[in-house]
């Protein structure tokens, strides 16, 4: 009869870090045994007494697997015969492209070197699958980075000229995600943003797969290098009822000795009120880390910048002054803005022409027409012009303000006179 759990030792790289032991048919952690190194617990696990929270290293590791709302995950698994998502990181070891962390089985004598996917090939059946592509009977490799990538989009890990890189899809009937990261990286690069570079391709596999349109992206994260989510980096304080989200993640990376955060936040706050991102959820900012040394490099770079532009909105409701969902630290994007108290270093000189740049991103698009790509130019100017607009409002008000202060100080200096 078989075990109903498998015996794992928590890895980061080749430094074990916890005895675990995870239930054989869920594939959750059902306990955890001695805690030899605490310090390279993930970001945000409580430790205390060499005793690590298990519901939160659970969390965590549920976070590792193929979320249950990913574009046909359900006929994916049924191809690779594996019941859930969480069974399916197992499969791999739990390794991905974003970390070093690992799971190691008891008396394997696995090393890091052998297995990580930085510097070793992987399979592509896990992604193929994933893209539609049946296994034609084909026995399955399953030691794959796809069975850890998160997001519910379509999309998969390839080596293209030594590099990994990420390939991920649109959704909807106008597939709009891939040109929207474009768009997001081509914004980017002309304000001096930090951000990963993305380009549209719309042959996958080199083999004329379909038709649709992909957005690629090189790994940013190196085999010495990891990235910690926004979300777990807020999880090590605990947030005072009075302290905003905001203030919370610049307090919580301060304290970590995080270096250039805010400046980067602020752009990246900036980005996503000209481009109406409706998704930017703490797991898809954050900070990056060497992994060997735990110390903290700055912030990651911007990405996952998709689920902007009306992606989901019908071409008729596609105007600048949209109400659409905003995150993460406040509701809507005209509250958002109001965060970010410097923006010297905006020029807006370097927007011009940016609708035409949409335009050439979109150009002979089977998904974009001509009458959307014209309404999604449009928004876009309206939206530079917006900002400039709130930004010359808000300068010329500090204008005024130091203006009083000064006149008030020198009526008091004239009176002591």
């Known amino acids: 009869m078989p075990k109903p759990f498998t015996p794992y030792i928590l890895m980061h790289r080749d430094i074990p870090v916890a005895e675990l032991t995870l239930d054989a048919v869920s594939g959750a952690i059902l306990s955890i045994g001695a805690v030899w190194e605490s310090a390279h617990v993930p970001v945000g696990i409580p430790v205390r007494k060499q005793t690590v929270d298990r519901g939160a290293l659970n969390e965590w590791w549920r976070g590792r697997a193929i979320p249950a709302s990913r574009s ?49 090939p992987f399979s592509g059946d896990v992604g193929d699958i994933l893209f539609g592509k049946g296994s034609g009977g084909r026995n ?13 989009l379509k999309k998969k890990w390839m080596i293209l000229g030594g590099k990994r890189c990420l390939l991920k899809g649109g959704s909807g009937a106008t597939c709009q995600e891939p040109y929207n990261e474009v768009l997001a990286s081509r914004i980017c690069e002309r304000l001096g943003i930090p951000h990963v570079v993305y380009t549209l391709m719309t042959d996958p596999d080199l083999e004329k797969m379909d038709a649709f349109p992909y957005s690629m992206c090189e790994d940013f994260i190196t085999p010495d290098t990891e990235l910690i989510s926004a979300w777990y980096i807020m999880q090590t304080e605990k947030k005072p009822n009075h302290v905003s989200v905001y203030r919370h993640y610049l307090n919580c990376c301060e304290k970590l000795g995080v270096p250039g955060v805010r400046e980067v936040v602020d752009r990246m706050i900036v980005l996503d009120y000209l481009i109406v991102n409706e998704d930017r959820h703490q797991n898809n900012f954050g900070i990056i880390r060497r992994a060997d040394t735990l110390e903290y490099v700055g912030a990651a770079p911007i990405y996952d910048s998709g689920t902007s532009l009306w992606f989901d909105w019908p071409t008729a409701m596609i105007y600048a002054g949209t109400k659409a969902i905003c995150k993460p630290f406040k509701s809507s994007h005209e509250e958002q803005i109001k965060l970010v108290t410097d923006f010297t270093w905006l020029d807006f000189s370097a927007l011009a022409g940016i609708d035409e740049e949409l335009k050439g991103i979109v150009k002979g698009s089977m998904f974009v027409d001509e009458a959307r790509c014209n309404a999604l130019c449009k928004a876009l100017k309206g939206r530079v012009r917006m900002l400039e607009k709130m930004v010359l409002s808000a300068r010329h008000t500090i204008f005024f303000e130091n203006m009083q202060s000064d006149v008030i100080r020198d009526t008091a200096y004239r009176g002591k006179r």
């Not at 990181?89 to 090393?111: F, T």
């Not at 399955?140 to 997001?151: F, H, K, Q, V, Y």
């Open 140 to 152: 399955i490799n399953l030691m794959s980075p796809d069975n850890t990538s998160d997001g519910w």
């Open 72 to 120: 046909g995950i359900r006929d994916a698994l049924a191809e690779l015969h594996v019941p859930n998502t969480q069974l399916l990181a197992e499969k791999c070891l739990g390794l991905s492209l974003s970390d070093q962390y690992w799971i190691c089985p008891a008396g394997s004598g696995l090393s890091w070197e052998q297995i990580n996917f930085f510097e070793n």
